[in-house]
């Protein structure tokens, strides 16, 4: 499959997104990137999570923000995190060296953010003493999984330019590879992506949105 063209751009927190023309799409959000996985990964998805070592599953490595900012994350809170991310289009190194996600955060990281754009596809890299990557250049609907996770960042594009990536059945399986209590987060309040994720098993939660949106939705594995 061809790699879709795609423009680097600003948004409004100052911190990079990238923009897909062919599916008139972006990245993050345009209000705030960092400001949209923080409020959405971090906030309301691993912080949820009270193990010390646990397993995040990512659906779309994209940018590597999500990453970088789990990986502070695990940094600060001494929690051991193995990470798990798919993405079907990945990034050259030369766009995600353009990106200035560690510049805004935390520049004494950049090393590490490179880290895990350089780390190999298909094999579990150590970054640091705790956060382990594992990059899997596969496609969501036709994965099948080996392994139940802690936490999943849904993160995939806009459900009327992705359609595929929220159909009910690909819920039901993160649904079974789900830990007990496990926990899903997504940007995206429709509620066909509710119903969908309460018919796969979850009980979900509308919360406050990150700048720009009204509401955001997490999922629990009870």
């Not at 751009?9 to 993050?28: K, Q, R």
């Not at 779309?60 to 502070?72: E, H, P, R």
């Amino acid at each position: 499959m061809e790699t879709p063209r795609i423009i680097l751009e600003s948004t409004a927190d100052g911190s990079h997104t990238l923009f897909v023309p062919e599916l008139n799409e972006h990245y993050h959000s345009v209000n705030g990137a960092w400001q949209e996985s923080l409020h959405v990964f971090i906030e309301a998805g691993l912080k949820s999570c009270e193990k010390n070592e646990l397993s995040v599953f990512e659906v779309g490595f994209g940018t590597g923000l999500n990453a970088f900012l789990t990986l502070i994350e695990a940094e600060k809170s001494g929690k051991v995190i193995r990470y798990t991310s798919l993405e079907l289009y990945p990034l050259s190194v030369e766009l995600s060296q353009s990106l200035n996600y560690a510049d805004l955060i935390a520049p004494h990281k950049k090393q590490l953010f490179d880290a895990l754009h350089k780390a190999e596809w298909g094999a579990e890299v150590q970054i640091t003493p705790h956060f382990f990557l594992r990059k899997i250049n596969a496609d969501l609907c036709e994965y099948n999984f080996t392994s139940k996770y802690d936490v999943v960042y849904f993160d995939a594009f806009a459900p009327e330019k992705q359609p595929e990536m929220w159909d009910s059945e690909l819920f039901v399986k993160l649904f079974d590879h789900t830990n007990l209590n496990g926990i899903l987060t997504t940007y995206c309040a429709k509620g066909v992506v509710r119903r969908s994720l309460q018919a796969a098993g979850f009980m979900v939660e509308r919360l406050q949105g990150p700048p720009g949106k009204r509401e955001m939705l997490r999922g629990i594995k009870g």
